[in-house]
């Protein structure tokens, strides 16, 4: 059996010593490919988690209130200083609406009705102390709706055709003025289901209202101009 001398001893370690090293790299090369591969495995079997969308479609009725603010407008051209000029309105609203949605996707397209008993007044003076009364005791509206539905959420806008009875009267005169004004309205609210039936909504309107036209005397004419800005909050169960 031929020794190894020192010097060749030497060499050997030295090249195994870089073959364990080689051998290392190699394992540590397959080890991290394989926990690579099955990563992107299960990342790739996840099943796709998708948000639940409600479904908006189907016909609703519901109850409301709401606070009204706005203003009335008195114009007499016969003598402009006897008008009382442009004045506040407020009160409040209590209500009940229903309607019709379709839903396209994230899309909503709806027609939507309501009616309230409302206590809406307001009063002005002019310079010769003559005070002007003025009431609304109903609206009415019928809308057309588009929103987009997010979850249980939709987001809308909604305008169309509105009515109120309004009522005039002036300290100097006897008698009410008093006649049924068909006007617009533009709005935009927001909804939430609670669940697949109860839907909770807060909306913002503008609405005018046209005006009420009153006699002063023999032929002297005038008007008053209603606008409003109304608040609600409803609740409404869908079929």
Known sequence: MQS?????????IVKLGILMNRL????????????????????????AIEA??????GFYLGAQTGLVSGTFEDSFPPAPLASVGAND??????????GWNGQFDGFVLGLDADVSYVLVS?????????????QLDWTAAVRGRAGVASEDWLFYVAGGVAATHAQVT???????AEDTLLGWTLGAGIEHAFDENWIGRAEYRYTDYGALGY????ADEGEVAFTTHTLTLGI????
């Not at 190894?4 to 050997?12: D, F, K």
């Open 122 to 134: 307001g009063s002005g003076e002019n310079t010769a102390d003559e005070v002007m009364e003025t």
């Open 215 to 218: 006699v002063v005397g023999l």
């Open 89 to 98: 309105l407020g009160g409040g609203s209590l209500g009940i609406y229903g």
């Open 170 to 176: 002036i300290s100097s005169l006897s008698g009410v």
């Open 236 to 239: 409404a169960y869908r079929f």
């Open 52 to 57: 639940a969308v409600h479904d908006w479609s």
């Open 24 to 47: 290392y790299i190699a394992v540590t090369l397959v080890a991290v490919s394989t926990v690579s591969t099955h990563a992107a495995d299960l990342v790739l079997d996840e099943p």
């Open 4 to 12: 190894l001398t020192m010097p060749e001893l030497g060499n050997h």
